[in-house]
Antibody
Framework: QVTLKESGPVLVKPTETLTLTCTVS??????????VSWIRQPPGKALEWLAHIFANDEKSYRTSLKSRLTISKDTSRSQVVLTMTNVDSVDTATYYCARIQGGFSQGLFDYWGQGILVTVSS | SYELTQPPSLSVSPGQTANITCSGE??????ACWYQQKPGQSPVVVIYQDTKRPPGIPERFSGSNSGNTATLTISGTQAMDEADYYCQAWDRTTGVVFGGGTKLTVL
């Protein structure tokens, strides 16, 4: 049974660094042609892809946020971590991690975590 | 950067066919996926690689992709299909791209 679960702070202050962890089970982060993405959704708005990492450690970031994001994985702990620096109120959103099945260009997000609502406020 | 455009909303009567479109430059040269999201829930993939349906997704969901437009078709729409629908594609330069979403109302 494949599951993903997001964890991290639900409230962060402006200018702080946000660190989110996605703990996966039911598959290995070393599994070829699989990866994990972080996707967010501001309240009442559309889905917004942030970053992904594949089994071969290939990484990609949303262009507009590239300078603020870092994605990494710890295969032994089955975790994918996303850090976002210098957060602002516009970063208030539900953050999801999702499994990528099938690799770049043909992949799909076949399993999603439940999401974690992160509010940026002083 | 690559963009996908969807109509913000669509209304259909129960039993009718809903066609949700997604437009992007040469989208037909890429694979399109479609996700259904109900209020308070995580998205669920209903169509991938343009036309494929994951296990457990009803046959009334189908997809097509040609030229600049991908289309999600729901035949015999049911009240339970009322949700937000997002298209998604991969772009070599931009990465993963989602459309702005279409709110489907089943009146």
């Amino acid at each position: 049974q494949v599951t993903l679960k997001e964890s991290g702070p639900v409230l962060v202050k402006p200018t702080e660094t946000l660190t989110l962890t996605c703990t996966v089970s039911g598959f290995s982060l070393n599994n070829a042609r699989m990866g994990v993405s972080w996707i967010r959704q501001p309240p009442g708005k559309a889905l917004e892809w942030l970053a992904h990492i594949f089994a071969n450690d290939e990484k990609s970031y949303r262009t507009s946020l590239k300078s603020r994001l870092t994605i990494s994985k710890d295969t032994s702990r089955s975790q994918v971590v996303l850090t976002m620096t210098n957060v602002d109120s516009v970063d208030t959103a539900t953050y999801y991690c999702a499994r990528i099945q099938g690799g770049f260009s043909q992949g799909l997000f076949d399993y999603w975590g439940q999401g974690i609502l992160v509010t940026v406020s002083s | 950067s690559y963009e996908l455009t969807q109509p913000p909303s669509l209304s259909v009567s129960p039993g009718q066919t809903a066609n949700i479109t997604c437009s992007g430059e040469k989208l037909g040269d890429k694979y399109a996926c479609w996700y259904q999201q109900k209020p308070g829930q995580s998205p669920v993939v209903v169509i991938y690689q343009d036309t494929k349906r994951p296990p457990g997704i009803p046959e009334r969901f189908s997809g097509s992709n040609s030229g600049n437009t991908a289309t999600l078709t729901i035949s015999g729409t049911q009240a339970m299909d009322e949700a937000d629908y997002y298209c998604q594609a991969w772009d070599r330069t931009t990465g993963v791209v989602f459309g702005g979403g279409t709110k489907l109302t089943v009146l």
